[in-house]
């Protein structure tokens, strides 16, 4: 078979959030990638209806991105992260902060959106302590949040099998309540009509558990992976102002959302509020070498800009903070963006997204659809009794059809590059269609 891997040994990899004795009996392997499409094992094209895991925004194999690896991997391969420095990510962090609205003006840099997650967290508990207001130690999260798989993402975060088998995670945290709402918000187009009460939730808690012993919100402005969840019409604003009222940080997950997937830079442009923190990943690199930016305010820079200048003021960090490799990655995918327009191209597709997305609504077992910008989701019914077997049968036979998808649950999400045009969307759910048709 051409592209077949040199083995025939799939044993030894231990795979990634994926039903392991499944594939390996029936692997699903991709061997190349150009602009909407891969290319899989067995030579058939296959659309990218998920920009890979929602970090391929501008498309697969952009030369200027490619090209910017080998150069810097041969010009400067590593630099010392900590108490050295390249001239590239200073570069790439003011560019960043350039994009982004005008108050989150420093960034930090990571290697993954979980490395986001922690690093934001423990931004916004040491802000307050070296505020002397230590004393805030609590987090909120919030049912269904994804904020990647370390301790503390998986802590605020809110899907059940991704913390159940962890023990007692950290201490301190609360969930507010998810904004799912079939009942009054199915097949919504865009930003649901009912829900900025969900917001009230968080008074609740605070309540609870006194205001002053909480450090920080967390929440995905529009939650991805646990199925795309739409914020309700001024629900993130009513949370803005609630962490106001209390002086608690709010801090938006954006490791989707960010570089252009809603038709705007950020979801923080798109929704027009402004939180503490914002973290990114993904379409920072377009998903090409691992990368993560953290946004803050000034505020919480200068909190910890004090004391003798020659000591270290926050002891966090990674060996690959600000890679040059990555760092040249993101500033070559910076250029395509630009150029190309593609952080605002969203908005001019999200009119055709919309409408060939719902025309799926009277297909079997379909439940629910979802979008906002370049993001659609079908919710299914669940079979009764095997749930998630209904969306998994669907994305092998899409797959198959020459169409990747992604689920969760029962959940079809999609997320295609930035890229895409509008014939492609019409092939991705006539696809789609076919698919839903025949799945039992
Ligand atoms: C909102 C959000 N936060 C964090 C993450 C974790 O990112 P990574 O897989 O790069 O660690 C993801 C990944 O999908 C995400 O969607």
């Known amino acids: 078979m051409a592209g077949a891997p040199a083995t025939n040994n799939l044993e030894a990899f231990w795979m990634p959030f994926t039903a392991n004795r499944q594939f390996k009996a029936a692997p699903r392997m991709m061997v190349s990638a150009e602009g909407m499409y891969y290319r899989s094992a067995d030579g058939r094209a296959v659309l990218d209806g998920t920009a890979g895991l929602w970090c391929c925004n501008a498309g697969h194999a952009r030369p200027r991105i490619v090209e910017a690896l080998g150069k810097q991997a ?3 391969d590593y630099a010392p992260a900590f108490q050295m420095g390249h001239p ?3 570069e790439l962090a003011a560019r960043l902060v350039a994009n982004m609205v005008p108050g ?3 960034v930090f840099f990571t290697n993954s959106g979980s490395e986001s997650v922690e690093t934001g967290l423990k931004m916004a508990l040491a802000y307050h302590r070296a505020r002397g207001e230590g004393g805030r130690f609590r987090l909120i999260g ?3 949040g994804y904020h990647g798989v370390n301790f503390g993402g998986i802590s605020v975060g809110g899907i059940v099998n991704n913390r159940k088998m962890f023990g007692t995670l950290l201490t301190g945290v609360d969930h507010m309540r998810s904004t799912h709402d079939l009942e009054r918000n199915a097949f919504s187009r865009g930003e649901p009509e009912h829900g900025a009460d969900f917001a009230d939730d968080l008074t609740r808690i605070l309540a609870l558990h006194d205001p002053s012993t909480v450090a920080a919100v967390i929440v995905e402005p529009v939650a991805g992976s646990t199925g795309v ?3 309700p019409q001024g629900y993130l604003k009513r949370l803005r102002e609630i962490c106001d009222q209390h002086g608690i940080l709010l801090i938006f997950d954006e490791v989707i959302t960010g570089f ?9 442009d798109y929704f027009g509020v402004e939180p503490d923190i914002v973290l990114t990943a993904k379409g920072l690199t377009n998903g090409v070498v691992p990368m993560g930016a953290v946004f803050v305010q000034k505020k919480i820079y200068d909190a910890f800009m004090q004391g003798p200048d020659y000591l270290i003021e926050f002891f966090h960090g990674y060996t690959y903070s600000g890679n040059p490799v990555a760092t040249a990655a993101a500033l ?8 190309e327009g593609l952080l605002t191209r969203a908005a001019d597709l999200a009119q055709h997204w919309e409408d060939a997305l719902h025309s799926l609504r009277d297909l079997p077992h379909v439940i629910d659809i979802r979008n906002l910008g370049l993001i659609g989701a079908i919710e299914l019914e669940p079979i009764a009794g095997e749930p998630t077997r209904r969306a998994f049968d669907a994305f092998v036979r899409a797959f198959e059809s020459g169409l990747l998808i992604r689920t969760t649950g029962d959940i079809i999400a999609l997320s295609p590059p930035l890229i895409i045009e509008t014939s492609e969307i019409d092939q991705l759910f006539e696809t789609l269609t076919a698919v839903l048709k025949a799945v039992d």
């Open 332 to 339: 070559a995918t910076l250029d395509t963006y630009e150029d």
């Open 229 to 231: 969840l739409i914020p």
């Open 260 to 268: 252009g997937r809603l038709g705007a830079p950020f979801a923080v």
């Open 142 to 144: 919030r049912e269904r």
């Open 74 to 76: 041969a010009e400067l």
């Open 104 to 106: 989150l003006d420093h």
């Open 88 to 90: 590239k990510v200073f």
